[in-house]
């Protein structure tokens, strides 16, 4: 095998394992299915152009800064050719295909009849987190779907430690209300 | 429950961030104190409507993405060095041009200042003049014909919008607009990279039925403008300009069909 080809392959061994990572990112930075795959071939084409020049085992944090890079030139782009389109018009059924079953109990949740948060529906959660400003949803989103460090997602993100923390608190506090509300207001519209 | 203080500690314990000496004392606390237990449940069922939210990418992105890094090992193991970019060949000649520079520094810039002007001044006037002018449509029509006449109209052949549009990746400083109109009788063939008015720009190839549309896109600055027809050497040429990019479209195909597409697009 010659070393371009070894090159190519030990790429794929390591990037391809965090594509899920990758997509999810972009899908929650661009909000959009198509816009999010092209975003990830991007990234990943840069970074294995860039590939040689990495060092460390864990590729996962580079990897999804470049990611994040991709995701907002593109946001930037996309917003200059196109007027904005508010996201409101588009959410509210707009992932449908990927809610989870309605009512569903968390299973992690403890006395889970107190706890309304755990049985949101997941359109209620997508709509609560698209209201979040987009550095506490990519903050909260890399801490809780990708499960990463206070320190990756400081290096990823570009904000001091401290930042990330209060970031999380923020994000925490705002989708805890905003879920609390939406439940409120689909249980009264229920009603 | 010390409120800010014991909530952030919570969370730092959720988070496995919490130094090893504290996390039993917290641990106690969080199931001791009533309120603690209330913050402590409503973050993991909050963790876990996140988890399932996690959006999954469609299963082909995998062979998508292996077959793009295929295609750029390739490219790079046939070239290995990149094409020399304006940049580095405007770089290399300045380094030449060096003891000149010191000698006949003031001269040059003065001169050279004059000359841009001029050439600013030039084109200026010109583009006051020109709309997309005949010039643009003699390209566009020079540039399909040759794609007709070659064996191959297309370098990236593919029906998928999201094989064509990252193919532009790196080879155009801009993304040009890759819609599938299979559904509106038009089926995407490819892309290819052209030179119209004297920059590289992005062509997508188009059938319908058996006629071939070259569409050519590049970022154009100024308001939108209705499509302008044309008809040169039986083909049928439209020009509009959207969304800040200029778009060409020509075919043999009828005037009339091909005048779909920029409501289409």
Request: charge should be neutral; aromatic fraction near 8%.
């Amino acid at each position: 095998m010659d070393p371009g080809t070894a090159a190519l392959r030990d790429f794929e061994r390591q990037a391809l394992a965090h594509m899920d990572a990758a997509y999810n990112l972009a899908f929650w930075l661009v909000r959009e299915r198509a816009d999010a795959e092209d975003v990830v071939q991007d990234a990943y084409l840069r970074a294995f152009r860039a590939f040689a020049t990495v060092t460390g085992d864990d590729i996962k944090p580079w990897l999804l800064t470049i990611v994040r890079n991709v995701a907002y030139r593109w946001l930037s782009v996309r917003k200059r050719r196109t007027n904005v389109i508010p996201l409101d018009s588009v959410l509210p059924n707009a992932d449908r295909d990927e809610a989870g079953p309605v009512f569903e109990i968390a299973s992690d949740a403890p006395s889970a009849e107190d706890m309304l948060l755990g049985r949101a529906d997941q359109a209620l959660v997508h709509r609560a987190l698209d209201r979040l400003p987009p550095a506490f949803r990519e903050t909260i989103i890399l801490r809780e779907m990708e499960e990463l460090s206070y320190r990756d997602i400081a290096r990823i993100t570009e904000a001091p430690i401290g930042t990330v923390m209060s970031r999380l608190a923020r994000a925490r506090d705002q989708l805890k209300e905003e879920l609390t509300e939406l439940i409120a207001k689909e249980t009264r519209n229920a009603l | 429950m010390r409120c800010d203080h014991d909530r952030a500690r919570i969370a730092l314990l959720l988070d496995g961030e919490l130094p090893a000496p504290e996390r039993d004392a917290v641990t106690r606390q969080a199931s001791d104190c009533a309120d603690c237990r209330r913050y402590q449940s409503e973050l993991l069922a909050l963790r876990g409507q996140l988890r399932r939210a996690r959006a999954t990418p469609s299963p082909a992105l995998a062979d998508r993405l292996r077959l793009r890094l295929d295609y750029e090992a390739a490219e790079m193991a046939a070239g290995p060095a990149r094409p020399v970019t304006p940049g580095r060949r405007a770089a290399q000649l300045l380094d030449r041009l060096e003891p000149y520079w010191r000698a006949y520094g003031r001269q040059a810039a003065a001169v050279l200042a004059a000359c841009l002007l001029s050439v600013a001044a030039t084109l200026w006037w010109v583009g006051q003049n020109a709309g997309p002018g005949p010039d643009q449509a003699h390209d566009v029509l020079a540039a399909h014909v040759r794609s007709l006449l070659q064996d191959n109209s297309v370098q990236v052949a593919s029906l998928d919008t999201h094989t064509v549009k990252p193919w532009f990746a790196g080879r155009l400083d801009y993304t040009p607009v890759v819609k599938d109109l299979a559904a509106d009788g038009f089926k995407l063939e490819g892309g290819r990279l052209d030179y119209v008015d004297g920059r590289r720009v992005a062509a997508l190839v188009y059938l319908r039925r058996l006629h071939r549309i070259s569409l050519f896109i590049w970022p154009a600055e100024g308001p939108e403008t209705a499509p302008q027809r044309a008809k040169i050497d039986g083909y049928n040429l439209i020009s509009w300009r959207k969304a800040g990019m200029r778009f060409w479209a020509i075919s043999d195909l009828d005037e009339t069909e091909l005048g779909q597409l920029p409501e289409l697009l």
